[in-house]
């Protein structure tokens, strides 16, 4: 497999206001960030609130420029504070945002909602923008007559799907996945998170999954990259994270998610029964 997204030793300043009487400080959000990313591979990123998942999105989705370091995408190195993010460039990455009801436009129809980064990036004719917009639908599991509905006619999950066909329409290569599923149901979760296990399959996609929910990663990676503080303070393969963790702030990671045992459920269950009866 060849490396198709690359950061090396990437960082991210932010300035920020010292409030009365005192000036402007630098916050240094990322640490010198280093990974490989194979094509057709998923690598989750994961850690607490602030640790700077977010603001390396951000850095790989090429929204904000990192301030030292070195971002490559299929081997060839790129920086938006000295060149313009192309068409060309701008699709080969796209990003699918944690918010389903935020990320779309109440005042736009879903058809619209698709077909405008076609508009934007390419000369396609309004005749195929249609049709492969409508194709889309179906390939994300909704239907055709769905083009010209608005989304406040659409469950949370139906949104979401909406959200990923549309970062599907320049055919990306890479995939940047913020929080994809943590604002769904929990049953809704499993579906779309099978339905991107299919699109990564069908169109080789590589994904980036940024998550806090460890037991989701465990389901989705191929391997994961443990962030605390812009620090990434552990990298491995999925199977490796979790059968042994390196680190300790990995271990209390992962001794804070919830495990689902079926099979204690079931005996507090019957406990809860036996002292009932007694009762």
Do not use: W
Not at 156 to 165: F, L, M, P
Not at 189 to 205: P, Y
């Amino acid at each position: 497999m060849s490396v198709i997204l690359e950061g090396r030793n990437l960082t991210r300043d932010y300035v920020v206001s010292g409030g009365f009487l005192r000036g402007a400080k630098t916050v240094r959000a990322l640490h010198g960030i280093s990974f490989a990313l194979e094509q057709g591979k998923t690598l989750a990123i994961v850690g607490e609130s602030g640790c700077g998942k977010s603001t390396l999105a951000r850095i790989l989705t090429l929204i904000d420029p990192a301030n030292t370091g070195e971002l490559l995408i299929e081997g060839k190195p790129i920086d938006i504070r000295e060149q313009k993010v192309t068409p060309e460039l701008r699709a080969k990455v796209q990003i699918v945002f944690q918010n389903p009801y935020s990320s779309l436009n109440p005042r736009q129809k879903v058809g619209d909602v698709l077909t405008e980064p076609l508009i934007i990036n390419t000369d396609v004719p309004a005749a195929e923008r249609r049709e492969r917009a409508e194709a889309m639908l179906q390939k994300v599991g909704l239907e055709r007559q769905h083009y010209n509905r608005y989304p406040h006619m659409f469950s949370g999950g139906q949104r979401q799907r909406i959200a990923i066909a549309r970062a599907l329409m320049l055919n990306p290569k890479i995939l940047v996945l913020d929080e994809p599923v943590s604002a769904l149901d929990l049953s809704v979760q499993a579906q779309v998170l099978n339905l991107l296990k299919d699109l990564q399959d069908e169109f080789d996609l590589t994904y980036v999954f940024v998550s806090h929910d460890l037991s989701v990663v465990r389901y989705f990676a191929d391997e994961v990259m443990v962030m605390n503080a812009g620090e990434v303070v552990e990298h491995a393969s999925r199977d490796a994270i979790f059968a042994n963790p390196q680190h300790e702030y990995t271990r209390t990671l992962l001794a804070a998610t919830p495990i689902a045992d079926v099979e204690k459920i079931r005996e507090r269950v019957e406990r809860r029964k036996a002292l009932f009866e007694k009762a």
